[in-house]
């Protein structure tokens, strides 16, 4: 079952398909009874109704998942170091006629292990809806936190992989490839100086991997203004292309 897991988790990074995993944990052996920890992920919710068991609140991997019950309910990874992406299913419960819509659901990173930088603020959280969410990390990045602020339902938190790699023919580091400003108010620019842009093309992505826009490319140019001023806040992908290799970097939207 782990191996299928593992299959079906890089499977579903959006632009991971040649990724290499760090850690992968499914939760499917996960039933509250080792406490506080667990595989060395640190959880601060961990009674005898902190999981899920019904395929339905569930990831890929099948039943078991974690379940973020209460107001406040942490869980902080193991060592991840090294890993660039992480990608995890979720999915919002809420009783018959309830609503999420004033919960919000928080992921962190750190390099330390002690202070915490925002990735993303999920809210937000449909009800009922099963989603695969991928996040670039920084580099350094040792350990992600998750943090569930509770109006009203629950939120199950399953098939979490840490993984290494974009799976595309990446471009040097070196490559002069940037946005400002970023986080962006709803303009920004691209700057393409010094990189070949031959039969090359822009493509915004959301979180998902779903593109929203695509912009060819002029080979006399080296800076695209991109606006995301139609948008909602939250975080985006910028994926350029060209005869010399592709690159994908991440972009803040907070209006």
């Not at 060819?216 to 695209?224: F, I, V, W």
Request: glycine share 10%; with cysteine.
């Amino acid at each position: 079952m782990n191996r299928i897991f593992t299959l079906l988790a890089l499977i579903a990074l959006a632009f991971n398909t040649q990724a290499q995993s760090v850690l992968c944990e499914n939760f499917n052996s996960y039933d509250s009874t080792g406490g506080a920890n667990f595989h060395g992920w640190q959880l601060s919710y961990f009674s005898q109704f902190s999981y899920y068991t019904s395929t339905q609140s569930s990831g890929p991997s099948g039943p078991n998942s974690y379940k973020f019950g209460v107001d406040s309910a942490t869980a902080i990874t193991p060592n991840i170091s090294g890993a660039d992406h992480i990608s995890f299913w979720m999915k919002g419960n809420a009783s018959t006629g309830g609503s999420l819509a004033n919960g919000a659901f928080y992921i962190y990173e750190s390099s330390d292990s002690v202070n915490y930088t925002l990735i993303d603020m999920i809210t937000p959280i449909p009800a009922g809806v099963a989603t695969t969410k991928l996040y670039p990390l920084s580099p350094g990045t040792v350990k992600v936190k998750f943090f569930y602020d509770k109006d009203s339902g629950n939120v199950a938190f399953d098939d979490f992989c840490a993984t290494i790699g974009t799976g595309i023919a990446d471009l040097s580091h070196n490559t002069l490839i940037s946005i400002y400003p970023n986080p962006s108010k709803g303009i920004s620019t691209v700057n393409l100086n010094n990189v070949n842009t031959h039969n090359g093309r822009l493509t915004l992505h959301n979180v998902l991997g779903k593109e929203l826009r695509q912009i060819a490319l002029k080979g006399t140019e080296s800076y695209y203004t991109l606006d995301l001023s139609g948008y909602e806040d939250g975080i985006y992908f910028i994926k350029f292309k060209s005869d010399s290799g592709e690159k994908t970097q991440r972009i803040i939207l907070r209006k």
